[in-house]
């Protein structure tokens, strides 16, 4: 008998200001974000690790006051419309950004970055563009807590309109990796093993999800728990903030 296998539809975030959650390991970057006018020189920069929601915040803040949103690798030498929020700034070319730097100064628009480290620490090879990433007001957006990935959890789920128990749930979130990208690959799997197997979202298919993504076989501990309770419908609601 042929396999029939489901084909992964894409799926698209939404960044709306009002779904970011705020907890301690981002709470200063949002406050920093929510005063602008106050950043020195216009400009501020958002680091941390991957998954910890700064392209959200960067999509957030863009979409408060009309910011274009841009690739630090797809930088290109062009005066400044408006402010911009310049995304993975640490892979720009230095002349480029030192451009953009420069060019918003001069304009008076504020310039957002985001970057896995911080500026001051990129090793540049531009006098002029290290001195001003040493001077930038720069803000770690630290890990996400627990609450956090739950809640992140639970929403792409709903998202996916998987009827996923909190009891499966929980499974997920004791043995998956501790970030956010972990739990976003997580939801697109678990979606598409029950589309595979034409079947509700059930415990046998969550850890075949820990197996694909941790590459441990958790198979046995499944069935110390049940897992015939649906999530509530309010977690499906599209005003559930999640992260990114």
Known sequence: MTRQLALPFGHVPMFKGVAFIGQPSNARALALLAADASWPLGRLALWGGEGRGKTHLLHCWAHRIGASVLSGAG???????????????DLA???????WLNASA???????????????????????LASRLRAMLAVEVQAPEDALL??????LLADR?????????????????RTAAAIREAASLFDLLCLEARSRPNRALAARVVAE???????????????????PMAAASPDVPFLL
């Open 75 to 89: 930088l290109r030498l062009e005066p400044p419309s408006g402010p911009a929020a310049i995304d993975d700034a």
């Open 213 to 231: 993504i941790t590459g441990r076989d958790t198979v046995g501990d499944a069935g110390s728990f049940h897992d015939d309770a649906e999530i």
């Open 161 to 177: 309109h998987l009827p996923v128990a909190e009891p499966v749930q929980a499974f997920l979130l004791a043995r998956l990796p």
């Open 106 to 128: 001069e304009a008076g628009m504020p310039v957002l970055m985001a970057s896995r480290t911080a500026p001051a620490r990129w090793a540049v090879a531009l006098p002029d």
């Open 150 to 155: 739950r809640l992140l959890l639970a929403r």
């Open 93 to 99: 070319p230095e002349r480029m950004l030192l451009h």
